[in-house]
C-alpha cells in the first residue's frame, strides 16, 4: 500500500476518500500512477527498485483515521472477527524504525510526506498540497532513494528469518506496497533465466543474510533442447527460442492449433515466411510447443516442467489430478534452483535443521529447495487451501524420506492469535517463516492472454501473511 501523503502527491488532495481507498485496495486501479516509477533494468541483467519513500500506515484512533479504517474494511466486505481485532491491522515497525526511516529522507521528502519529530508518519495534507504544486512527477523521480531499505534491513536482520517471494509480473507501485508491509526492505529480483530453462523474473522481501549463497547441484536443464532432448533433431534453424517465457496450463485447444501450425510448415517445406515464422514462434512460446518430428509440434509435458522447475520427476502426480490441474499447480510456483540459491545462506546458520512455518505453501516449492539445500526440515507447519495441493506436499514429504513433523492447515484465517503461541510452545520456535505469492484466478475473456497471466496477487490474502508474521515476531519476542 503506497502511503496516503505519497498518493495524495500523485494524483491531487481532492481525491474522493471512496476513490482513493480503492486505490489502496485494488493496485489495479493505480493505472493513474506516474509511469516513469516502473522497474528499470541494472547492470548484469539485475533489476533496479525504485521505492519512493516506502513506509508504514500509522493507523491513529483519532476522528479522522479512524472513519477511513473504517471505509477500508466496508469495502473489504466485512469487518474483522472479534478474536482478530488485536492483531488484524498490520502494525508498522519500532518507534525506533519509525526514527531511522524518518532521518534517512531527506528534507524535501520530509516536507512531501508531512513528517515531523512529534509524530512520525502523520498526514499533514496542507504540506503536501502545496509541496506538489512545485513538484511534479519528475520532479519527484530525481529525489534521492531514502536509505531507509538500508537501515531497516539491518534492523530486522536477525531470527525468526522471513521470506515472502512471488513469481508474477507485479508493478512497481504492488512491490512497494508489499515492501512498505515488510519494515520497507528493499525487494531482490533474481532472473531464472540464470539458473534453468525458464526466463521469468521473481521478486523476493525478506531479511535472509547475502553471503556464503551457493548454487545447487546437478543443475537442471539450461535451454528447452535439454530439458526435451528428443526435439534437438527436429527443431528448424529458425526457431531461436531457448527458453520457456511461463507455464502454460490451456489444453483444450492444443491439438487443433498444432494441426494448423504444422500444415502450414508442411506446405513450405521447412521454411515458412518471415511473417508466418513469427506467428509460429508467437504461438509455440504462449502454448509451450517443441518438435517432436519432422514439421511436429507438441506441448511440453508437466514432466518436462517439473524438471526445467527443479521438482523431483512426478511430483504433481497424483490420483484424480487431471493434465490441465497438474499444469495449473506448476503454472505460479516457485522455480527450485533460483529460490534455493537465495536461501542457500540458512545452512550454515542452521547445521541442525529449521522449524519452518510455510505460508500458501502451493506444492512445496519452499520444502524441495530446503531440502535440496541440504537443510534438514525438523518441523513444518504448512497453510495451503488447496486439497491436491496438501496432497502433493504430503505425497512428497513421504517419498523424500522427511524424518521431521509435517503438519498440514487450510485456513490462514484460523490461525489466530492463541493458535500462533500454541505452536510456538509445541515446537520451540520458528527460525524461517516463508510465504509463496497467495494469487486469486479470473477469467478476462482473451484466451491467449488468460493463458500468459491468469492470476493477480490477491493483497487480502498478504495482509493475512503479514498479520502471521508479525504475530510471530512479537511473541518470541523480535518485534
Not at 502545496?130 to 511534479?136: A, H, Y
Not at 531479511?207 to 527443431?235: C, D, Y
Not at 510448415?265 to 511473417?275: K, L, T, W, Y
Request: hydrophobic share 35%; net charge positive.
Amino acid at each position: 500500500m503506497l502511503h496516503l501523503a505519497f498518493i495524495f502527491c500523485l494524483l491531487g488532495s481532492e481525491v474522493p476518500l471512496e476513490e482513493l481507498a480503492n486505490l489502496i485496495i485494488d493496485p489495479s486501479s493505480s493505472r493513474r500512477m506516474d509511469k516513469h516509477l516502473l522497474n528499470s533494468l541494472g547492470r548484469n541483467g539485475s533489476i533496479v527498485f525504485h521505492p519512493v519513500a516506502v513506509k508504514k500506515e500509522e493507523y491513529s484512533l483519532d476522528t479522522s483515521e479512524s472513519r477511513e479504517l473504517d471505509l477500508l474494511e466496508k469495502l473489504k466486505g466485512k469487518r474483522p472477527k472479534e478474536n482478530y481485532i488485536d492483531e488484524i491491522d498490520t502494525k508498522r515497525p519500532k518507534s525506533e524504525y519509525d526514527e531511522a526511516f524518518n532521518n534517512s529522507l531527506d528534507p524535501a521528502w520530509q516536507e512531501i510526506l508531512g513528517l515531523n519529530t512529534t509524530r512520525p508518519y502523520k498526514v499533514h495534507r496542507r504540506a503536501i498540497h502545496q509541496r506538489s504544486r512545485v513538484l511534479d512527477c519528475q520532479e519527484t523521480q530525481k529525489l534521492s532513494m531514502p536509505n531507509s531499505c538500508r537501515s531497516l534491513d539491518k534492523m530486522v536482520a536477525k531470527a525468526p528469518y522471513f521470506f515472502y517471494g512471488n513469481v508474477m509480473n507485479l508493478s512497481h507501485d504492488s512491490w512497494v506496497r508489499i515492501s512498505q508491509f515488510l519494515y520497507a526492505i528493499e525487494p531482490e529480483f533474481v532472473h531464472t533465466q540464470l539458473f534453468s530453462a525458464l526466463s521469468r523474473k521473481e521478486g523476493y522481501v525478506h531479511n535472509l543474510p547475502t553471503e556464503n549463497r551457493f548454487h545447487i547441484v546437478p543443475k537442471p536443464p539450461m535451454t528447452i533442447q535439454e530439458a526435451v532432448p528428443s526435439s534437438k533433431k527436429w527443431w528448424p534453424s529458425w526457431d531461436t527460442r531457448k527458453h520457456l517465457n511461463g507455464i502454460n496450463s490451456e489444453t483444450s485447444v492444443i491439438s487443433q492449433l498444432c494441426d494448423r501450425l504444422e500444415k502450414t510448415v508442411s506446405d513450405s517445406q521447412g521454411f515458412p515466411s518471415v511473417d508466418r515464422q513469427r506467428d509460429i514462434l508467437n504461438q509455440s512460446q504462449i502454448f509451450n510447443l517443441v518438435w517432436v518430428g519432422r514439421y511436429k509440434l507438441a506441448a511440453v509435458g508437466p514432466e518436462q516442467i517439473e524438471r526445467i522447475l527443479g521438482y523431483p520427476e512426478n511430483h504433481t502426480r497424483i490420483a484424480a489430478f487431471s493434465l490441465m490441474e497438474r499444469l495449473l499447480s506448476l503454472k505460479h510456483c516457485f522455480q527450485i534452483d533460483t529460490l534455493a540459491y537465495c536461501l542457500s545462506g540458512l545452512k550454515h546458520l542452521y547445521p541442525g535443521g529449521l522449524t519452518v512455518l510455510s505460508i500458501y505453501s502451493g506444492i512445496g516449492g519452499a520444502e524441495v529447495a530446503l531440502h535440496r539445500l541440504g537443510i534438514r526440515l525438523k518441523a513444518v507447519v504448512s497453510i495451503e487451501a488447496s486439497e491436491k495441493n496438501r496432497r502433493i506436499l504430503k505425497q512428497w514429504w513421504s517419498s523424500s524420506g522427511q524424518t521431521g513433523e509435517l503438519v498440514q492447515m487450510e485456513d490462514i484465517h484460523k490461525l489466530a492469535s492463541n493458535k500462533v503461541e500454541v505452536l510456538i510452545k509445541n515446537f520451540g520456535c520458528f527460525d524461517f517463516i516463508i510465504c509463496q505469492n497467495p494469487c486469486t484466478y479470473s477469467s478476462k475473456g482473451n484466451l491467449a492472454a488468460d493463458i500468459d497471466s491468469h492470476a493477480s496477487l490477491d493483497f487480502m490474502l498478504f495482509h493475512e501473511f503479514v498479520r502471521v508474521l508479525q504475530r510471530v515476531r512479537s511473541t518470541m519476542g523480535q518485534n
